[in-house]
């Protein structure tokens, strides 16, 4: 018994109006349901009314004029017509009975043999069928929609590990146009062979794999942190295939390294001031004697020592003095300030070492001021410590220095890149710690202190590098929006 909420609409496509006439007969037979059914007496009339999207079941004659019921077919399937169509013959014929159903058609009938009770089985059976392949479709297309909206990248691949489909955000995250990706076998990826082992021995077994933490090459060759997972899905032929996510961790990591770069200094800024004060009041008393000695004592020799006593406290209180500011700059004069006009004053003040080098340096910035809240002459010297190793990283003559400044998602982003020595993977986490220095001079203070600048400023500081090729200091301003 069939039974509807909404009556069918069924359109007959028939150029012979006495086969209509028999054939409506039959369905309006069926007592338990109320059909509305339409007539189209040619082939033009039929594709103009399927045009209309109406019509929920089709009743198309095989011969209509210089037309047939499979042209009818083609044209549904050219219009993207999802409604099932039922084809009917003047005589039986295996042949058109397998054409018909390759072509589409849901069930192909013989006039001759027609009845109430055939139409109403094929009817149930079409608007059934119907209903299940738009769940299906319905179904197909919101995963769909997921599959190729998603910002994490989601793959297909093989047996053999071989990439088969992918989704679009495999171009924004690595690089790859998904052609090229396509091509590529999983393993292939992996930057560590460690990772690429593990992946293959697994998956090989059979085995899924959840949340793997590693790094993947992009198409330039750089390494991209990630997250990834695989299921191992077997198909209809039982044969294995994967499915999996990739997701870019990268904000991840450089949220995880801001975290440990504030817990280490906020450490050493204890460790610092507890020094500090346990070595200043010792000094002091030693400062303290030497000067009285110095004032009782007459005989040179002895005073001479006591001043080499008293020039090198003042020197070790000064260091004293040098790291507790380096630990924790002075930041109460924020004011408003254009992050351009920093800038400048900054590679003015660099421009001596960068002349007698002859490094080429580049500034490129728009016209529009960026506007920060700034003590202007803490963060000058932030970025001034930034460019003055950058000069000394890179080749006279050779060197070249960018310093780039645009606006993202309102804020202020400043990158300053050179082409010099660069550091390796095991310093890179080191630069900014209190005394660390590859130099043969210095005191290893200047970025340790221009960090803690930049966290004054409520601003991210990323440090990329790689050995032989150069480095990059990325700093995120928040910006003061114009209303």
Not at 86 to 101: C, F, H, R, V
Not at 171 to 189: H, V
Not at 233 to 255: P, R, V
Request: proline share 3%; charged share 25%; net charge negative.
């Amino acid at each position: 018994m069939l039974v509807h909420n909404n009556p069918p609409r069924i359109l007959i496509v028939d150029d012979d109006e006495d086969d209509f006439i028999i054939t409506s007969g039959h369905i309006n037979d069926i007592s338990s349901n109320t059909f509305l059914i339409d007539w189209a007496s040619s082939y033009a009339n039929g594709i103009q009314k399927m045009a209309t999207g109406i019509y929920d079941l089709y009743f198309v004659d095989y011969r209509l004029g210089a037309k047939s019921g499979l042209d009818f077919l083609g044209e549904a399937k050219r219009i993207e017509c999802t409604s099932p169509i039922i084809l009917l013959t003047g005589q039986g014929s295996y042949n058109i009975d397998l054409e018909a159903m390759q072509s589409g058609a849901i069930d192909y009938l013989v006039k001759t043999e027609l009845n109430r009770e055939k139409i109403e089985r094929s009817i149930r059976y079409a608007l059934e069928r119907a209903k299940s392949m738009k769940a299906l479709r319905d179904s197909e297309n919101k995963y769909r929609r997921i599959f190729e909206k998603s910002k994490d990248i989601i793959f297909v691949a093989d047996s053999n590990l071989c990439i088969t489909e992918v989704n679009d955000a495999v171009t924004d995250m690595l690089g790859f146009t998904k052609a090229a990706f396509q091509n590529i076998s999983l393993p292939q990826l992996f930057t560590d062979i460690n990772a690429r082992d593990f992946f293959i021995q697994n998956l090989k077994k059979g085995i899924s794999i959840d949340d793997y933490p590693t790094s993947l090459f992009t198409f330039a060759g750089k390494a991209k942190p990630s997250i990834i997972s695989v299921t191992v899905t077997a198909s209809d032929e039982n044969k294995n295939y994967l499915q999996g996510i990739i997701h870019d961790i990268t904000n991840l990591k450089k949220a995880e390294k801001s975290a440990l770069q504030l817990e280490k200094m906020a450490a050493t800024s204890r460790l610092i001031r507890t020094l500090a004060h346990e070595v200043r009041n010792p000094l002091n008393n030693i400062t303290i004697s030497a000067s009285q000695l110095q004032s009782e004592i007459t005989d040179p020799e002895p005073s001479l020592y006591l001043d080499i006593i008293k020039r090198n406290s003042v020197r070790i209180n000064n260091l004293i003095g040098e790291l507790l500011h380096s630990s924790n700059p002075k930041d109460n004069f924020h004011k408003v300030s254009c992050l351009q006009h920093i800038i400048d004053e900054v590679a003015a003040a660099a421009n001596d070492r960068i002349t007698l080098k002859k490094i080429k340096l580049t500034i490129s910035y728009s016209s529009v001021p960026v506007m920060i809240m700034a003590d202007k002459q803490n963060l000058k010297l932030a970025l001034l410590n930034i460019l003055i190793n950058a000069t000394e990283a890179v080749k006279e003559n050779t060197g070249t220095i960018a310093i780039n400044l645009v606006e993202k998602e309102q804020k202020a982003q400043l990158t300053i890149t050179d082409n010099g020595c660069g550091i390796s993977e095991e310093n890179i986490n080191r630069i900014f710690e209190p005394y660390y220095t590859s130099k043969p001079t210095g005191a290893g203070l200047g970025l340790s202190f221009s960090l803690s600048i930049m966290k004054g400023h409520g601003t991210n500081t990323d440090v990329v590098s790689n050995k032989g090729e150069g480095t990059t200091f990325s700093m995120s301003f928040p910006m003061i929006l114009s209303n």
